[in-house]
């Protein structure tokens, strides 16, 4: 028995040891799903940091065949304006991220800031944000995107801006929820008691507990985000020509070629759907491994 706690205790000194994201990916690599999602990332984000040095061509360039099929030369074939199609969704990889990635990050961040206020003070304040909410979601979400987007003029800027509008309802109600269970507890009885600032009880003790669900969040939303950036795109409001995008060049004038020319359609939308389907699979593990009541199954 002795042998044993002293072999429990070692392993818990060195599990504590152990930096949090070596401890993560230790814990993903027994999440088969997970590991294809992150594989999947790892892909994406190498091609829209190294799109310049991996993409063929030009990207805009329109000197090759029109609706050249798949070759040797050209592994996507080319489109109806002779436009490489592998360049393009190579490019498009940088655009797509960049607008997701941005528009996640700074949507989840005022959200949390709203859900911190609206669950920590309560009262009058979180009325009047709740009521703010309702009619925000009750406001058909595309339709909301679709002004927005039609009012401030298609570009990577305005598209950014149409998602975090779209972002901020949904996920500050998920944080107030977390805010609403984690302010009854002693640790913030004890930081007012020793005259901590509202503000300071918020962002210094509240947040650090709370971020776990908002890492979960942030790895949900970017998949939905990304689908409707491309859903805006394909709409004509979103990323504009000649600009590469995954939802720009499934649309157009390009839709009357699929039908002769099936890799128009299948490269950009296969580009999609894996982004899509990795980042929920990513996601779902990291819900997993940072859910302390789901860790028993993980093991």
């Given amino acids: 028995m002795v042998s044993d706690a002293r072999t429990i205790e070692a392993w818990e000194e060195r599990a504590a040891s152990r930096p949090a994201a070596w401890e993560f990916f230790g814990r993903l690599r027994h999440h088969p799903l ?128 149409a998602l975090v509008v779209g972002t901020i309802p949904g996920t500050s109600r998920i944080i107030r929820g977390a805010v609403l269970s984690e302010k009854n507890n002693a640790y913030v009885e004890a930081a007012r008691v020793i005259g901590c600032s509202q503000l300071r009880i918020m962002f210094r003790h509240v947040l650090p507990q709370i971020v776990p669900l908002i890492i979960v969040i942030i790895s949900i939303s970017i998949p939905g985000v990304a689908l409707l950036g491309a859903s805006l795109s394909f709409l004509g409001l979103g990323v504009p ?21 099936p890799w128009m359609a299948i490269f950009p939308g296969a580009a999609l759907s894996l982004t899509v389907l990795s980042f929920n699979l990513l996601g779902d593990a990291m819900r997993d491994i940072l859910d302390p009541r789901l860790r028993g199954s993980m093991r």
């Fill in 34 to 161: 997970g590991m294809f999602g992150f594989v999947g990332i790892v892909l994406l984000f190498t091609a829209a940091v190294f799109g310049p040095w991996i993409g063929p061509y030009n990207p805009s360039s329109q000197d090759f065949a029109l609706l050249a099929a798949p070759s040797l030369a050209h592994p996507f074939g080319t489109d109806s304006l002779g436009r490489d199609i592998l360049s393009r969704v190579i490019y498009a990889a940088r655009v797509e991220m960049s607008v997701s990635l941005t528009a996640v990050f700074l949507g989840v961040a005022l959200a949390s800031v709203v859900g911190m206020v609206s669950g920590y003070l309560g009262g009058v304040t979180d009325s009047a944000i709740q009521r703010t909410n309702d009619v925000w979601l009750a406001f058909p979400g595309l339709i909301l995107l679709l002004i927005v987007s039609a009012v401030l003029g298609p570009s990577p800027r305005t598209l950014v801006i």
């Fill in 241 to 261: 020509p000649p600009t590469p995008s995954w939802g720009g060049d499934l649309s157009g004038d390009a839709r009357s070629y699929f039908e002769s020319a």
